[in-house]
């Protein structure tokens, strides 16, 4: 078992509740500095995640969506699930984690089945006569046969990618513990100016995903993937933890075994918040997940742009 399945664990108590324990491996801020500790919020949705499962009729988490709405302390919590719908092909579930009485993650999941990864470009369709569009003769595709994808965003070499590595904050005192050392962010360096304190002026992010620890990726490591990359916001020179209030992300397929790649990008920023949109893909160049969450800006100052200028104020 890896150190990110025994940190994500949890326990059956009764029914629809379980044990669980905010771990300080996957802290991005961990014991011992001026600001209190901080668990990754994809940790935390992984943890509960793994009671909703447990539960299921459907082995798959194929929308989530997520309010955080208290920091976890790095002590025992409980997870509570309560099923609002159990159906054939869907169920949906509403789970929250709780420390002492307070909700700090309140979650609601439908479950479903996602197929295994398929490779862009793969598509099927129907044509004017029912007949199969792809010209094979096999007869009218079905509807959950339909399949498209667009094209993946531009990747650099996975040995040209710059290793994040731990940075302040990210790793206890005596270096054995917190998210950087469990986590592994090889980051695209046309994304990196920002750890120079020359930000690039883009709010977006791109690299690949995995943990150091050798374990293939699912739906638990793709719950932390979709939030795993930096705040998209460094690219304009914000600074500080920029924390997640909500977010929504999707599963699409089975990843395949490899790193993770995930290309991530804000549209919008302003008013002390900002939205950042994910999208996931394995090691075969599937698209498995995406996502879309609303943050707040770090409090921390704000860095010029390589170009010399600071970002504009509205």
Same mark, same amino acid.
């Given at each position: 078992?890896? @150190?990110?399945?025994?940190?994500?664990?949890?326990?059956?108590?009764?029914?629809?509740?379980?044990?669980?324990?905010?771990?300080?491996?996957?802290?991005?801020?961990?014991?011992?500095?001026?600001?209190?500790?901080?668990?990754?919020?994809?940790?935390?949705?992984?943890?509960? =995640?793994?009671?909703?499962?447990?539960?299921?009729?459907?082995?798959?988490?194929?929308?989530?969506?997520?309010?955080?709405?208290?920091?976890?302390?790095?002590?025992? %919590?409980?997870?509570?699930?309560?099923?609002?719908?159990?159906?054939?092909? %869907?169920? *949906? @579930?509403?789970?929250?984690?709780?420390?002492?009485?307070?909700? =700090?993650?309140?979650? $609601?999941?439908?479950?479903? *089945?996602?197929?295994?990864? *398929?490779?862009?470009? $793969?598509?099927?369709?129907?044509?004017?006569? &029912?007949?199969?569009?792809?010209?094979?003769?096999?007869? /009218?595709?079905?509807?959950?046969?339909? *399949?498209?994808?667009?094209?993946?965003?531009?990747? !650099?070499?996975?040995?040209?990618?710059?290793?994040?590595?731990?940075?302040?904050?990210?790793?206890?005192? +005596?270096?054995?513990? &917190?998210?950087?050392?469990?986590?592994?962010? =090889?980051? +695209?360096? @046309?994304?990196?100016?920002?750890?120079?304190?020359?930000?690039?002026?883009?709010?977006?992010?791109?690299?690949?995903?995995?943990?150091?620890?050798?374990?293939?990726?699912?739906?638990?490591?793709? @719950?932390?993937?979709?939030?795993?990359?930096?705040?998209?916001? #460094?690219?304009?020179?914000?600074? &500080?933890?920029? /924390?997640?209030?909500?977010? $929504?992300?999707?599963?699409?397929?089975?990843?395949? !075994?490899?790193?993770?790649?995930?290309?991530?990008?804000?549209?919008?920023?302003?008013?002390?918040? #900002?939205?950042?949109?994910?999208?996931?893909?394995?090691? %075969?160049?599937?698209?498995?997940?995406?996502?879309?969450?609303?943050?707040?800006? &770090?409090?921390?100052?704000?860095?010029?742009?390589?170009?010399?200028?600071?970002?504009?104020?509205?």
């Amino acid at each position: 078992m890896t @150190a990110f399945d025994e940190a994500t664990a949890v326990r059956r108590r009764s029914d629809g509740v379980y044990d669980a324990l905010p771990d300080q491996r996957f802290a991005l801020v961990t014991p011992g500095g001026k600001v209190p500790p901080a668990v990754n919020g994809g940790a935390l949705i992984a943890t509960v =995640l793994r009671a909703v499962l447990d539960g299921s009729p459907h082995p798959h988490p194929v929308a989530t969506t997520a309010h955080f709405l208290r920091v976890a302390s790095l002590e025992p %919590a409980e997870v509570r699930v309560r099923w609002l719908r159990q159906g054939k092909t %869907a169920a *949906t @579930a509403r789970a929250a984690l709780i420390q002492h009485g307070q909700e =700090l993650l309140d979650m $609601t999941v439908t479950t479903g *089945t996602v197929p295994d990864a *398929t490779p862009p470009g $793969t598509a099927h369709g129907t044509g004017p006569d &029912g007949a199969s569009a792809d010209g094979g003769g096999a007869g /009218p595709v079905q509807p959950d046969e339909l *399949t498209w994808t667009g094209p993946p965003p531009d990747f !650099p070499a996975i040995e040209d990618c710059v290793d994040l590595g731990p940075w302040s904050g990210s790793v206890s005192l +005596d270096g054995a513990q &917190g998210y950087a050392m469990h986590v592994s962010v =090889l980051l +695209d360096p @046309a994304v990196t100016g920002w750890r120079a304190r020359e930000p690039a002026g883009v709010p977006e992010m791109r690299g690949y995903f995995g943990l150091r620890e050798d374990r293939d990726p699912d739906a638990y490591l793709l @719950a932390m993937a979709v939030d795993g990359l930096p705040p998209v916001v #460094f690219g304009l020179g914000a600074t &500080g933890w920029a /924390p997640t209030v909500e977010l $929504t992300w999707y599963m699409r397929a089975v990843p395949r !075994p490899g790193p993770l790649r995930v290309a991530a990008r804000s549209r919008h920023v302003g008013g002390g918040w #900002f939205d950042e949109e994910a999208e996931v893909w394995d090691a %075969a160049g599937c698209l498995v997940a995406q996502s879309r969450q609303l943050a707040r800006v &770090g409090r921390g100052p704000v860095r010029q742009r390589a170009n010399g200028q600071r970002p504009p104020a509205g």
